[in-house]
């Protein structure tokens, strides 16, 4: 039987990774593989919590922004992505810390420093990262022909700065994929790269509690 693989996949708002989570997952399977995705933030009161912020519901400093991301990836790790994984299951992550240093990042906090930040926690390496690109002037179209509310980071020079910042700090082994291609031949296209190696044993994933560290307090 194939091993379980950690597989995250990146982009900026816009790029279609989410729908492409769904699919890959979808067509994993339909090939007899046990697979679940997950998304960061998480859905328990530390992602909610976030997403409030990401709303605009209310301010949080740079630094609080990053406390709160530190404490619900412990929780997406400990509380899905590692269970997950023992349970033999491939886990598809729709963001992870890559997300946190592009988006977050400013003059104070580099986003070299925050993906430092997150290595530190020794937080599960992904056997597979893929990263969607798009031009950022093409995420805002898609973006604004959507019915949903806007997010605090959806406007143009946001993501102009976000896709910089992702250049600076996505590893030498990413697998980049153009996202103006249609979800059926990006998902071709990754699934020709992972089933090439599905036999690939799981990075060592180093030991969490059962439970996250100790929560955050959320107003």
């Not at 998304?39 to 409030?52: D, H, N, V, W």
């Not at 349970?87 to 430092?116: C, F, G, H």
């Not at 992904?126 to 969607?132: S, W």
Request: glycine share 4%; aromatic share 10%; net charge positive.
């Amino acid at each position: 039987m194939a091993k379980p693989l950690f597989i995250v996949i990146e982009g900026i708002d816009g790029s279609g990774k989410s729908s492409l989570v769904k699919n890959l997952v979808v067509h994993m399977q339909e090939q007899g593989r046990k697979a679940v995705s997950f998304c960061e933030p998480t859905k328990k009161a530390s992602g909610m919590y976030i997403r409030r912020f990401l709303r605009g519901e209310f301010e949080l400093s740079k630094k609080e922004q990053l406390a709160a991301f530190l404490q619900d990836r412990h929780v997406s790790v400990a509380e899905n992505v590692l269970p997950a994984l023992a349970a033999e299951k491939t886990v598809v992550l729709d963001r992870y810390y890559y997300s946190t240093a592009a988006y977050q990042a400013s003059d104070e906090y580099p986003a070299q420093r925050i993906l430092q930040t997150n290595l530190q926690e020794n937080f599960p390496l992904p056997n597979y990262l893929f990263y969607l690109e798009l031009p950022p002037e093409e995420a805002i179209r898609r973006i604004s022909g959507r019915n949903s509310e806007k997010e605090r980071f959806e406007e143009l020079s946001q993501l102009q700065r976000i896709a910089a910042d992702y250049a600076k700090i996505l590893p030498p082994w990413v697998e980049k994929l153009d996202a103006r291609s249609t979800q059926e031949q990006l998902l071709t296209q990754l699934w020709r790269i992972v089933s090439g190696n599905v036999e690939k044993n799981v990075k060592n994933l180093r030991g969490f509690g059962e439970s996250a560290s100790e929560k955050i307090k959320y107003p």
